[in-house]
């Protein structure tokens, strides 16, 4: 019985920019006496449906956006007598969905890491339950990553988890649905290994791929001491410990690694978490700005964010404390005019934010906004070739509508097109050669310019936003530009960095460096 681990993609291009984490972790989770598992990653080149032979386990990972090729590849696996199961996001969302549409004999529901083992077993022992619920595992049982098993070729950066879950509740993310609300934390020693294992391994850029890099806000800290609730106190200071122990231990790592996350808007509040993050080379987050007026960021629940002028000082303190925006953008909302995607890219432009992106307002399942969406449509459905519009992943993509909700002034092929516009301005030459005299040098400049149009033609010519005959013509382009992109993040590796010996810790608790105790004195005051 040979296992096999399958991340579905409709878009191949030879070569990906961050590795697809879970296919490792779960790789990890294989028990060892099956072997070591199968892996492909679609994002690089399709499945060859005749290196699965009958009897073996085909596990398939998928989100909404991806759901509908994972299907697919269940039932070319499920006809070569493979057992077929799924996981991720949607499997957790639609447990059942995967039976009907891609012939799952098991579905497992939330985390992994545990979970996968166990259904190895039992379909080996020929017990298998049809559903696992893996639920949200804690921090210490999430497991490191199978990077032996990587193309490292193919790859231009690598990803590190170091939490899961976020304690916001934005209207249009399901994160805080099915990762919960309480972070659940890796400690540092563990993740700080996993970074120089792949180190050794010639991998100088690391994605941290959490929800939320920054799980505790000084508004968090400043409400729970007003309400003198010392024991919330407690927690959130020993959380904020461990991050602040995290990133002293990623200074001391070599100078040339670089690290990209994820964070809220909320930390240009925290210079001095910012300064630890730049202290730590984390050079880059996205940032999920959203919407840039006040109406914007209330339809989506994130008013906490600000707009205008203050929205412009926010995003510039990130950058004067270097750490460089990716600003994530919608477009489609409710309280948008005609007029908000010039106001958009402009702000974006003044606000010096090194990338962008502009996505056009999806209600994804288990969000807020799926869910008011879908009782909307209740009595009268509107079907797109037999399935209902809030089924649209179900919908092949060349019939697709390019927007799901009706907006009260503009059309989708309106919202599309003002869309795509506000991509070609951000990312114009002209543009795009000023923004890179952030970095040293005219090789880097030179980098910079071919890094931003690859993630224009990846993530706006393949977009939403484009049709088919467009979107197959940025594929073949985005996959040159990657081929070349992919040369300047390949680095020589560095086998004898040694590994830290780390003293135990007392469970449940972080083991403090001097600078974590000053930083915890100063968030105290």
């Not at 890796?186 to 792949?198: A, M, S, Y």
């Not at 690859?454 to 484009?466: D, E, H, K, N, W």
């Amino acid at each position: 019985m040979a296992v096999h681990l399958i991340n579905p993609s409709d878009n191949s291009f030879g070569t990906a920019v961050i590795t697809p984490r879970w296919l490792f972790v779960l790789a990890a989770a294989t028990p060892l006496s099956m072997g070591d598992p199968r892996l492909v990653d679609e994002s690089l080149e399709q499945l060859d449906p005749a290196t699965i032979q009958a009897g073996d386990v085909v596990g398939i990972s998928v989100h909404t956006g991806n759901a509908l090729r994972g299907y697919e590849v269940g039932r070319i696996a499920w006809k070569r007598g493979a057992t077929v199961v799924y996981g991720g996001i949607h499997a957790t969302l639609f447990p059942e969905e995967p039976f009907e549409r891609g012939h799952a004999a098991a579905v497992v529901k939330g985390d992994g890491d545990v979970a996968w083992g166990r259904v190895l077993h039992d379909i080996e022992a020929g017990c298998a339950e049809r559903i696992y619920d893996g639920g949200k595992i804690e921090g210490e049982e999430f497991l490191s990553a199978r990077w032996d098993l990587m193309q490292i070729d193919k790859y231009m950066w690598a990803s590190v988890q170091t939490i899961r879950g976020c304690p916001k509740h934005c209207s249009f993310c399901s994160v805080w649905r099915t990762d919960g609300q309480t972070p659940r934390q890796r400690t540092f020693e563990k993740v700080i290994d996993e970074i120089i294992d792949l180190r050794r391994r010639g991998f100088r850029f690391i994605a941290l791929a959490d929800d939320n890099f920054y799980p505790v806000t000084l508004t968090d800290l400043r409400l729970a001491r007003e309400q003198n609730n010392h024991e919330r106190v407690e927690s959130l200071m020993q959380t904020r410990a461990e991050r602040f122990s995290l990133m002293a231990e990623m200074a001391k790592l070599p100078k040339d690694m670089v690290f990209f996350t994820q964070i809220t808007m909320e930390s240009a509040e925290d210079t001095e978490y910012l300064d630890a993050m730049r202290r730590a080379n984390i050079k880059g987050a996205l940032v999920g700005v959203e919407a840039v007026t006040p109406e914007g960021l209330k339809a989506v629940y994130k008013d906490f964010n600000y707009s205008g002028d203050r929205l412009v000082q926010q995003l510039q303190t990130f950058r004067k404390h270097g750490v460089h925006v990716l600003g994530s953008f919608i477009f489609g909302l409710p309280t948008d005019k005609p007029s908000t995607f010039d106001a958009t890219v402009e702000l974006a432009l003044k606000a010096g934010v090194t990338f962008a992106q502009f996505v056009m307002m999806t209600p994804f399942p288990g969000t807020v906004d799926f869910g008011r969406w879908e009782k909307e449509q209740a009595e009268n459905p509107l079907m797109v070739d037999g399935t209902p519009i809030t089924r649209y992943w179900l919908i092949p993509t060349a019939i697709r509508p390019k927007m799901f909700t009706p907006h009260p002034l503009m059309s989708s092929d309106e919202i599309g097109a003002r869309t795509q516009g506000v991509w070609d301005r951000f990312y114009d030459f002209g543009a795009v050669w000023k923004r890179s005299s952030c970095v040293p040098n005219l090789r880097a400049r030179v980098a910079f310019v071919l890094l931003s149009k690859l993630y224009r033609q990846m993530y706006a010519g393949t977009g939403i936003s484009t049709d088919s005959a467009r979107r197959k013509k940025a594929k073949t382009w985005a996959r040159w530009m990657a081929r070349q992109a992919r040369k300047i993040f390949r680095t020589k590796p560095m086998p004898e960095l040694m590994y830290p010996v780390w003293k135990p810790r007392v469970k449940g608790q972080p083991r403090l460096t001097q600078l974590t105790v000053q930083n915890q004195h100063v968030s105290g005051d």
